[in-house]
């Protein structure tokens, strides 16, 4: 097949135009991805330097707070231990109630006069709220209405954590004014003293 001058040129020149047109397809698609990216390269951080300025505006807000829990905390420790102090030592019921034991008469012997212990009566440990037991001793004494609130006092005033639950009086001596008492004292224990016994209510709270 003979091509003419005239099919020759139609060649070069549709050859040109599709030249062109590759050329101007690429510039375009190199045009819109520069700026597509150029585009992801600005809007990305911005959006990241925003979140990162929350999240730290967040960060220094609850790090605030955490100092004062901290203080608060160490505040109430403090005041916990101070006051756990006050708890009746011992391993087991038994030994705590002893030493409850101890502590009543040690007040008693200190008294003017001194007051006499006859009899005592242990009573079973129980729960006392959630965190603690509690010991019971019942003591007999023969004394006086003024020497029973001496003795009273003096006990409430000790470092152990003491109180009086019940109070029974007797008939006084006429001419001495001495009567028959019997008293109900009780201590705090650890909770692991006086485990919950389900069905039995607890004493009088302090």
């Not at 009573?123 to 007999?140: C, E, I, K, L, N």
Request: net charge positive; glycine share 6%.
């Amino acid at each position: 097949m003979t091509l003419t001058e005239r099919d020759k040129r139609a060649l070069i020149v549709l050859g040109v135009a599709l030249l062109l047109g590759l050329i101007y397809w690429m510039a375009s698609s190199s045009s819109g991805s520069s700026s597509n990216a150029g585009s992801a390269r600005v809007s990305i951080p911005v959006d990241n330097i925003e979140r990162a300025e929350k999240r730290l505006a967040n960060l220094r807000a609850t790090a605030a707070t955490i100092a004062g829990k901290e203080t608060v905390l160490k505040q109430v420790s403090a005041e916990l231990a101070e006051r756990e102090k006050g708890l009746l030592p011992g391993d087991t019921a038994e030994q705590a109630q002893a030493q409850l034991l101890q502590v009543l008469r040690r007040v008693a012997r200190t008294q003017t006069p001194p007051i006499e212990i006859r009899q005592v009566e242990l009573g079973q440990p129980r729960s006392h709220g959630d965190a603690y037991g509690r010991v019971t001793v019942s003591v007999s004494i023969d004394c006086r209405i003024d020497e029973l609130v001496n003795y009273l006092a003096s006990i409430s005033s000790q470092p152990e954590i003491v109180a009086t639950d019940e109070i029974r009086l007797g008939v006084a001596h006429p001419k001495q004014k001495i009567m028959p008492s019997r008293v109900t004292f009780s201590g705090i224990v650890a909770k692991r003293l006086a485990p919950a016994k389900p069905g039995v209510k607890g004493m009088a709270e302090f």
